[in-house]
């Protein structure tokens, strides 16, 4: 057991972090910080590192919590927090979001800093339970400590997880923050600044924020009640037509009668007459009688209800906060102000353990250069860096482990380094200046006045930096990176440098060789600037001190930006491209006038190891004619320089040779566009010029690109039937009475205010259940006081965990050398398998086969990159994470080169876990039918084919996480686990530390999301956390950090489907589906974890609303040497959705029918019966709604016009295609396993009327807390914020089932009021004996007196006949024949929640580009128990599900990925390389309704199951972009694989035009070609 026996003196140096680095007087060894308006006293601010980032410190010496640590590279925004600073220049305070898991703690020197827990609080509001009503903060009933952005977010449905929300909050603080936001504000100009112009803002720069659950739209619409408390018609933008303008500004507003104008006409009447009436939707504070839906928040009428509550509420002390906040001691230039002291350079030198060098803030430019003189190249190693934002260098010491033992911060008084300026000919940009402030600046000259000319050079010149820069990282980047900095990190990839290529610019380099000499200057263009791979001609000595940027002329020269990513915001280029031209008029010898290239600039990134110059192609144009032919030869020319080969690193060869090419084009394009309009100026003044070469109409669609597009608005409509308290199986397990409850809730308050008028008194009645309730954490989460496993205060003698990972796979573990990592300082011990051994634990687990192991012994095969061979434990995790890499592991007989990688690798091999391969059979022989040509005289139409889907990483906000707590000589622990499985952790930690159960409590708050990545492979996190606390007797704490977590715990599998269908052509033409024989695989990677069951609801769902008389499916999952891979949201059912769905359109292109068509006439109708049996019915599965659903949608989105439309767009637009997808989907709800659908539930009643309840669901985000608090609320008949659930525990609801597959509700709703109708029948005795009206409070306290139990303990169980299915069972004798087939194997589903969506895009043919522009679902979830939770997961689910179709992409070091090594490492690995959808990913128009009238009595309160079903409705956007590649592809035509995901690569080289084309090379079948991808 191997433990550092001098650790203890060690931690004497700990908190010793920094020393006084000298005694110059010079220099001030300690910064000034200041946080949430306090001065951070001496000592605290004393322990501040060099190497430290603001995050670290705010949580782990100021214990300020509320910033999230979420992927520690600057990529999700939960660390958000606000840095404001006096602006001497300015004479004002300004302010700006940063990253605080980026940016360094001694940055922020004399800067004030603000958390969430610094804006507003709940802890102090006046009101109880965390049900808190909106108030005046500056007098009135009660305050509200809320700050009006936290409210909105609360009352607007935010937050899920929560664990996002304190850095969103704060994303806005800083956006409210800016002048001229508020709604008095007024710009420079003194121009009243608009409600429009507040909105463009916000939609610009919310751009470096990322949820996981919410789907973003309510998030978006608490921004915009927040905007202005005014409105007019012209500000409504909720509804755009077909024709792709919004309604509210259309010039045909007054005559146009289409449906969505009219639409808009009603919501603007409903909104005026709303603001008349004080009222609102049924969820507001109107009435809402006679109405038979609701609306949700995001209507127009409700958030201008809402501006008039914000207003009326809250002060305008609030919005002024970030400036009253700010000291004042930093605004004095007095004798009681610090600036003496700031005056005086910082140098701060890390003495402790942690090694962090030495820090120098030098306020002079000479300080700065001479330091870069006597640190250069020094011997010490690592030499001396610069730090501006610290985005580049914090992702090096972080990710890359670099470590730089000087670091240099130049302080804002060194003007030259921070100024931007405009002189006659040039922009000057400090090297060191923020790229936030180049944009600003830019936006200004974009905008300024001034002499014509001038005016035009300077729009000229900023537009394209400007709108480079909108897409450049995010706004918490910008605030803080600098120019220069990006310049000298030479990335390949970067946007601003070939930009400033282009446009001629060139950097002054300085330097100051002698102490006692000048400073020496020198200048290099930017083109010559980079050398190699991120390297430049640069001395070590010598720093970027300006960048100047020559202005374009102010007629005929021309700069165009582009660029294309995965994602548009916040993400790095595939290629980048900045492109210059100067022309001017010529003659030909023959006398015909026309335009020449004078000069051409064309620099590329992403096309190869560091930003070039296309100077061939640039050669191939300058002195050419300015037209098409001109730029065709040009394009062959750049397609000859730019040749990659298939392996090149990175990948995507023939992709960035489309990409550069197409920019090339549409770069002409762009220039011919504005040509025409120079021409056109000039001439209206007598000037004649040469003609202006021409273009269809239908490229015109070709300029432009979405780099210089405005960023849409996200909006829609949610609306719900009008809540009612219904019943459901409880009336039937629980024997409870049907009190005609299906009443809507105006109606039963209409007869409770009848009844209280009579002279019988009665109580009134509380109806929680069917309340659009707000997620019961909601204010905790808007405060960042909700506490998650790595907030939970640091306990006595905490040591922090890191897990010793395996760098290769397909190797023996030979060794382990924990010497090297027990002689760090700080490092208290490091275990692995054997010390499992040594306590008696057993060390291998697993959810269902026990093949997996806590630490991987030696001698056994290593078989992924990453698996878990032990772990150091050391007094920081800095230092524990230091002490995993230097352990020493070796490998033998590494055959890395043979590892099983793909599903095609697996097939090759035939490595499959055989044992659970399931077959499902139906109707007569499918091989004999599908070898057939006709049936009965008709034809029977064969398809063949296969279909790819690949993965997708969770991206749960809160990385896994562990705290373990012993005690009692560590024969007891106490698990703190972020996990959707407390009884499964709680039994493998009891195995592996030789703990009895009984004596391992785990407990489980909340979670910052999980999706179903916490149900099994969140275990092994616990245990190895719990393996130290025992063995050490200390609590530890093992937090994963996010390219751990995303390299180990695996995610959604990939899946391959190769099937062969027949469909029959029926006389009038309809076509009926035949026969189906299908083969799935998956790739469960290298442990069986969760992958049968994955692929057996695979096989539940490849039918999805189809009915195949003869059917044949088998299931096999695939073992490979990737991570295992889990449950994902769906578990299966999506991947086996969408290959139902690909048959259809291959059948549709095939048969050249209607898609619609086909799908609605071959769905299942009553009394068919699904392959597995289950027959459709009230009595069997409930209502069958998908066909009315199908066509209530097409009927209502007109969707055969929304298709003709457009095609008809498509007609007249090249480059750019619109498509319309519309699909149906049946999710089926209940455990497969049968033993799995049971829940417990345990409730007290309190003497003050209040009720704690405790069930076996967890909490991550889903609102099953607060559904199961208003299950309980109606059943006691008092207020919801009455009830409460704390957490989940295995001491209080013991052998839980892990919250999944959607029914937790279903289970713990169940159980709840199981235990509730238990109480209440014990103490309904005393209700009698008291009067009508008795309070429930007056009841339990007699009933406490009368020693009647108050506590019962509920359980739930799922009837036998309707849930598990036995795969193995055969027909047993005399079963009946009118039974459908495979009936007697079981009923695996209770019953199917179902739902349809349209989706319609528009795509970039020339990019690959896409956008959704309309999205609307229509889903049945039964009677919503709450139906702003439920439509908050219908958005959330179909936003991942339109991730995992889109632009999440996995990639492993594969056959298709060999420049990724080693072989089968998992290269996309946090936010950087993998993209989940963005603010600005969502359908523009996004319209969630919940079915009316759909009962289910199969569940508590007629509810159905939400999390899951809605995921694969977010596939009608894949089909919607694959509608629209099918009419790129025009004469191509017919079916085609198109894989899943829908990346802009397969969308641009799936449309097979003459540029992708040429670009595949004519050695490929360009119509079939598919991009690289990891299967």
Same mark, same amino acid.
């Given at each position: ?503 001629? *610019? ?12 000048? +400073? +020496? ?254 997620? *019961? ?297 035949? *026969? ?139 480059? @750019? ?53 208003? @299950? ?128 319609? @895009? ?174």
């Amino acid at each position: 057991m191997p433990i550092n026996l001098s650790y203890e003196s060690d931690i004497a140096t700990l908190n010793n972090a920094v020393q006084p680095s000298n005694t110059d007087d010079n220099y001030r060894s300690t910064p000034l910080l200041y946080i949430n308006s306090h001065r951070i006293p001496t000592h605290l601010a004393a322990l501040a590192r060099p190497n430290q980032t603001l995050l670290d410190f705010l949580r782990n010496t100021l214990h300020l919590t509320g910033s999230k640590l979420g992927c520690g590279e600057g990529g999700c925004g939960a660390c958000t927090v606000l840095l404001s600073r006096f602006d001497k220049s300015k004479g004002a305070v300004v302010h700006s979001t940063v990253n605080a898991c980026l940016f360094p703690v001694l940055g922020a020197d004399g800067c004030h800093v603000t958390t969430v827990e610094g804006i507003g609080s709940w802890r102090h509001d006046a009101n109880k339970n965390g049900i808190a009503n909106i108030s005046n903060n500056s007098g009135g009933e009660e305050t509200d400590n809320l700050h009006p952005i936290q409210r909105a977010m609360v009352d607007m449905h935010g937050s899920q997880c929560g664990y996002c929300t304190p850095g969103i909050v704060m994303a806005l603080y800083g956006l409210f923050a800016q002048d001229g936001m508020l709604p008095t504000s007024v710009d420079d100009n003194h121009k009243m600044t608009t409600a429009a112009q507040r909105h463009d803002y916000l939609e610009e720069h919310l751009d470096g924020n990322l949820c996981r659950c919410t789907g973003y739209r309510p998030i978006w619409d608490a921004a915009r009640s927040l905007v202005s408390c005014h409105h007019s018609e012209d500000d409504l933008e909720e509804i755009r037509g077909p024709c792709g303008v919004k309604c509210g500004e259309c010039p045909e507003r007054e005559s146009c009668e289409m449906d969505c104008n009219l639409e808009s006409k009603k919501q603007m009447a409903a909104s005026v007459a709303a603001d008349d009436n004080g009222g609102g939707c049924c969820g507001g504070s109107g009435s809402n009688s006679g109405n038979e839906k609701c609306c949700s928040s995001s209507s127009m009428d409700k958030i201008q209800q809402y501006q008039k509550i914000i207003e009326s509420k809250h002060s305008e002390k609030w919005w002024d906060q970030p400036n009253n906040m700010f000291p004042e001691e930093l605004l004095r230039d007095d004798e009681t102000s610090v600036h003496d002291e700031l005056s005086k350079p910082l140098k701060v030198m890390d003495t402790s353990i942690h090694n962090g060098g030495t820090w120098y803030t030098p306020n002079t430019l000479e300080e700065l250069l001479d330091l870069f003189r006597e640190f250069s190249g020094s011997s010490s190693g690592g030499g001396i860096k610069m730090i501006v934002g610290n985005t580049e260098v914090g992702i090096e010491t972080k990710f890359k482990h670099a470590s730089y033992p000087t670091m240099v911060h130049p302080s804002k008084d060194i003007h030259t380094l921070h100024d931007i300026f405009v002189t006659e000919d040039y922009y000057h940009v400090g090297g060191c200046a923020a790229l936030g402030d180049l944009q600003d600046f830019c936006h200004s000259e974009m905008t300024s006045d001034g002499e014509e000319a001038n005016r035009r050079r300077n729009e000229r010149t900023a537009r394209p930096i400007h709108d480079m820069l909108r897409w450049f990282a995010s706004t918490q980047i910008r605030n803080v990176a600098s120019l220069g900095g990006n310049l000298v990190t030479a990335s390949p990839i970067s946007d601003m440098n070939p930009m400033l290529c282009s446009l001629g *610019a060139t950097l002054v380099l300085a330097s100051r060789p002698k102490s006692d000499g000048g +400073v +020496v200057r020198r200048n290099v263009k930017v083109s010559d600037f980079f050398i190699g791979y991120r390297t430049v001609e640069k001395e070590d000595m010598e720093v970027i001190e300006r960048v100047d940027v020559p202005l374009l002329q102010d007629r005929f020269e021309y700069c165009i930006p582009f660029k294309q990513a995965r994602r548009r915001e916040d993400d790095i280029s595939i290629v980048t491209s900045g492109m210059r031209i100067k022309l001017r008029p010529a003659t030909t010898d023959n006398g015909d006038r026309h335009w020449e290239i004078e000069d051409v600039a064309i620099a590329f990134g992403g096309m190869a190891p560091k930003t070039v110059m296309a100077r061939n192609t640039m050669n191939a144009l300058i002195g050419k004619p300015f037209d098409s032919n001109s730029f065709e030869d040009a394009r062959k020319v750049l397609q000859d320089e730019f040749q990659m080969p298939d392996d090149v690193p990175g990948g995507q060869a023939q992709y960035r040779l489309t990409l550069a090419c197409s920019f090339l084009h549409r770069f002409y394009l762009n220039c011919v566009e504005e040509l025409t309009k120079d021409v056109g100026a000039e001439e209206t003044e007598g000037v004649s010029y040469p003609p202006v070469p021409l273009i269809g109409d239908d490229e015109e669609c070709g300029v432009g690109g979405f780099v210089g597009v405005k960023k849409p608005s996200i909006t829609g409509l949610q609306t719900y039937p009008e809540p009612k308290v219904a019943t459901g199986l409880e009336v039937e397990h629980l024997g409870m009475k049907d009190e005609s409850s299906d009443l809507p809730l105006a109606a039963v308050a209409a007869a409770a205010a009848k009844s209280s008028s009579s002279d019988k008194p009665t109580k009134q009645k509380n109806n929680a259940v069917g309340q659009p309730a707000t997620h *019961a954490s909601g204010p905790l989460h808007c405060t960042g006081e909700a506490i998650y496993i790595d907030d939970i205060p640091a306990p006595a003698n905490l040591l922090h965990g890191s897990l010793i990972l395996a760098s290769k796979c397909h190797a023996t573990l030979a060794s382990i050398n924990v010497e090297p990592a027990l002689s760090i300082p700080g490092v208290a011990g490091i275990f692995t398998s054997k010390d499992i051994e040594k306590i008696g634990g057993d060390n291998k687990m697993g959810p269902i086969l026990l093949d997996d192991f806590t630490f991987l012994p030696v001698g056994e095969k290593v078989e992924f990159v990453g698996q878990v061979l032990g772990i150091v434990v050391a007094a920081s995790q800095e230092i524990a994470e230091k002490g995993a890499r230097a352990v020493a592991v070796e490998y033998t007989d590494d055959v890395e080169g043979k590892a099983i990688v793909s599903i095609e690798d697996a097939i090759d091999a035939e490595s499959f876990w055989t044992d659970f391969r399931h077959e499902m059979k139906r109707g007569g022989d499918v091989d004999e039918i599908l070898n057939e040509s006709e049936v009965d005289g008709k034809r029977l139409v064969i398809v063949e084919g296969s279909m790819r889907s690949g993965g997708q990483e969770h991206f749960y906000l809160e990385p896994n996480s562990t705290l373990a707590v012993p005690s009692e000589s560590a024969t007891n622990l106490t698990i703190y686990s972020s996990t959707q499985a407390p009884t499964k952790t709680q039994d493998f930690c009891a195995r592996v530390t030789n703990t009895p159960a009984a004596k391992v409590v785990v407990r489980m708050k909340r979670m910052g999301g999980g999706f179903g990545g916490k149900e099994t492979r969140s275990v092994f996190v616990a245990t190895a956390a719990a393996v130290s606390a025992k063995l050490m007797n200390r609590p530890v704490r093992v937090t994963l950090n996010r390219d751990t977590d995303m390299a180990i715990t695996g995610g959604r599998h990939a899946f391959l489907a190769r099937y062969k269908a027949g469909a029959i052509v029926e006389e009038d033409g309809t076509i009926k589906l035949h *026969a189906l024989d299908v083969r799935l695989y998956n790739n469960g990677g290298c442990k069986f974890d969760l992958s049968g069951p994955v692929m057996d609801r695979a096989l539940f769902h490849v039918d999805n609303c189809y009915f195949w008389p003869n059917f044949h499916s088998v299931g096999t999952s695939c073992k490979t040497s990737q991570p295992p891979h889990t449950a994902f949201r769906g578990f299966g059912g999506p991947q086996g959705l969408l290959v139902a769905e690909h048959i259809m359109d291959h059948f549709a292109a095939e048969c050249n029918v209607s898609g619609d068509k086909l799908r609605r006439d071959n769905m299942y109708s009553l009394q068919d019966a699904t392959p597995f049996g289950m027959r459709f019915g009230d009595g069997f599965t409930g209502m069958w709604n998908v066909p009315g659903m199908w066509d209530r949608l097409e009927k209502e989105l007109d969707i055969p016009g929304r298709r003709q439309r457009a095609a008809e767009f498509n007609k007249k637009n090249k480059w @750019v295609k619109r498509g319309v997808g519309f699909i149906p989907t049946k999710f089926g709800i209940a455990f497969t396993a049968k033993y799995m659908n049971q829940g417990g539930a345990l409730v007290h009643l309190y003497t003050d009327g209040t009720v704690l309840v405790t069930h076996g669901g967890t909490e991550m985000g889903q609102g099953l807390h607060t559904k199961v608090c208003q @299950v309980a609320a109606q059943a006691f008949n008092i207020p919801l914020d009455h009830v409460y659930v704390n957490d989940s525990s295995t001491d209080k609801v013991a052998n839980t089932i892990p919250s999944a597959a959607s029914m937790s509700t279903d289970l713990y709703g169940m159980a709840t009021l199981d235990a509730c109708q238990q109480i209440l029948k014990r103490i309904q005795p005393i209700k009698d004996s008291l009067s009508p009206d008795a309070t429930l409070k007056e009841v339990a306290k007699k009933a406490f007196f009368e020693r009647i139990d108050l506590s019962a303990h509920g359980f739930f169980a799922l009837d036998n006949d309707r849930c598990g299915y036995d795969w193995n069972k055969d027909c047993p004798e005399g079963f009946p024949a009118d039974l459908p087939d495979n009936a007697w194997k079981g009923h695996p589903f209770n019953y199917f929640t179902q739902g349809v969506a349209m989706a319609e @895009v528009e795509i970039d043919v020339l990019t690959g580009d896409h956008k959704t522009i309309s999205a609307d679902v229509l889903a049945d979830v039964g009677s919503s128990i709450n139906p702003a939770i439920d439509i908050g997961q219908i958005e959330g689910a179909f936003v991942q599900g339109m991730g995992w179709a889109t632009i999440e992409e996995v990639v492993y070091g594969d056959d298709d990925h060999t420049w990724i090594r080693p072989r089968a490492r998992m290269h996309t690995t946090g936010p950087g390389t993998y993209k989940i959808p963005a603010f600005n990913d969502v359908p523009e128009s996004f319209n969630i309704s919940l079915l009316e009238n759909a009962n289910n009595p199969f569940a508590v309160h007629s509810s159905k199951a939400v999390g899951e079903p809605p995921f694969f409705l977010g596939c009608s956007v894949f089909f919607a972009i694959k509608d629209a590649i099918t009419a790129a592809r025009g004469g191509e035509g017919g079916y085609f694989e198109f894989r899943l995901p829908a990346t802009s690569e397969r969308i641009r080289m799936a449309c097979s035009d003459r540029i992708a084309s040429e670009c595949i090379g004519s050695d490929r079948d360009h119509s079939s070609f598919q991009p690289q991808g990891s299967f």
